[in-house]
């Protein structure tokens, strides 16, 4: 629901959604080789910062 929440917000108010958490699920501690959560449970990976900086640069660059 607050993710829902947080979409709809972002496009009230014309804004540019990057949306992690879809990004990152199924991607935690359990994931294996697929993680992008690091040990903390906290802070991404390099892999997990490497994802952010693609979906941020995708969302930006398509953005009128």
């Known amino acids: ?6 979409a ?3 496009a009230a108010q014309a804004g540019h959604l ?6 990152f699920l199924g991607h935690g501690m ?3 080789a697929d993680r992008l959560i ?7 990976t390099s892999g997990g910062h ?3 900086r693609d979906l941020a ?5 398509s953005s009128p």
């Not at 990057?18 to 990004?23: C, F, I, R, S």
């Not at 690091?38 to 991404?44: I, Q, T």
């Open 57 to 61: 640069r995708a969302v930006l660059y």
């Open 18 to 23: 990057v949306d992690l958490h879809a990004a």
């Open 50 to 52: 490497a994802l952010i």
């Open 38 to 44: 690091d040990g903390d449970c906290v802070h991404p």
């Open 8 to 10: 709809a917000e972002t």
């Open 1 to 6: 629901l607050m993710n829902d929440a947080i």
């Open 30 to 32: 359990n994931a294996g």
